[in-house]
């Protein structure tokens, strides 16, 4: 798939581990807004970064 093309180029190191996971779940998110999926569960540390880029794919930005 598309997001998983590009959350491979991320890459993951000692330093980059958390930002790859992020990266990913960012992909993901924005997967799912696109295929018309309106709920979903998130982890509280990635609430406030999934619910900012929904809300901006939502509006168009």
């Not at 190191?13 to 709920?39: C, M, W, Y």
């Not at 990635?46 to 794919?57: D, G």
Request: charged fraction near 25%; aromatic fraction near 4%; hydrophobic fraction near 40%.
């Amino acid at each position: 798939m598309e997001w998983e093309a590009k959350a491979a180029q991320g890459g993951t190191t000692a330093t980059g581990a958390s930002a790859g996971r992020s990266r990913v779940t960012t992909l993901i998110s924005e997967f799912l807004v696109k295929e018309g999926i309106d709920s979903v569960s998130l982890t509280p540390d990635s609430v406030m970064k999934i619910t900012v880029k929904v809300t901006e794919m939502e509006r168009g930005f």
